[in-house]
Antibody, heavy 117, light 108 residues
């Protein structure tokens, strides 16, 4: 069965970086794009970007350009999302989601990133 | 890219039908048939309910249906059940090769 398993919760200080992982299983890793979506406490969903695991190319929402980097490791079927220059407003649950077409069909369990001094 | 516009809340009684609207622009909803809808219960990851405007994934109840007219998409839930109480989000692909979510609608 398709599974996306994310890394555990993180606590970071303002200005630091965080790297969240998303390990895929149950399907051909390189056949489906992966999106990253975040959700601040009590807020809605926010699209961050997308990565093509086959070639490693990524595209980011303008809001995160220059601060986010999405990468993948095909040997472990894992994608990574690194966000730098963290501020308190980046406190959120970060999700990875598989994209079979133009929607997101399977989601990871979410990773809580807390930014606090 | 501004978020798509959804009503903050919609309520209904068991057995009733409700609809949730999602309004965008000609650069997103109006320009593509790539609207999807997600259900999210508290503390859980979102679940895909509708994709490509009106298609249901395997396993999703046929009480859920989607449609689109111009720049506005809609999700209809018929025969409302207690388990349908959740937050619902619409999403669309955009002309900027990005994706955008609606602000979310709480269904009670």
């Amino acid at each position: 069965q398709v599974q996306l398993v994310q890394s555990g919760a993180e606590v970071k200080k303002p200005g630091a970086s965080v790297k969240v992982s998303c390990k895929a299983s149950g399907y051909t890793f390189t056949s489906y794009y992966i999106h990253w979506v975040r959700q601040a406490p009590g807020q809605g969903l926010e699209w961050m970007g997308i990565i093509n695991p086959s070639v490693g190319s990524a595209s980011y929402a303008q809001k995160f350009q220059g601060r986010v980097t999405m990468t993948r490791d095909t040997s472990t079927s894992t994608v990574y999302m690194e966000l730098s220059s963290l501020r308190s407003e980046d406190t959120a649950v970060y999700y990875c989601a598989r994209a079979p077409n133009w929607s997101f069909d399977y989601w990871g369990q979410g990773t809580l990133v807390t930014v606090s001094s | 890219q501004s978020a798509l516009t959804q009503p903050a809340s919609v309520s209904g009684s068991p057995g009733q039908s409700i609809s949730i609207s999602c309004t965008g622009t000609s650069s997103d909803i109006g320009g593509y048939n790539y609207v999807s809808w997600y259900q999210q219960h508290p503390g859980k990851a979102p679940k895909l309910m509708i994709y490509d405007v009106s298609n249901r994934p395997s396993g999703v109840s046929n009480r859920f249906s989607g449609s689109k007219s111009g720049n506005t998409a809609s999700l209809t839930i018929s025969g409302l059940q207690a388990e349908d109480e959740a937050d619902y989000y619409c999403n669309s692909y955009t002309s900027s090769n990005t994706w955008v979510f609606g602000g979310g609608t709480k269904v009670t």
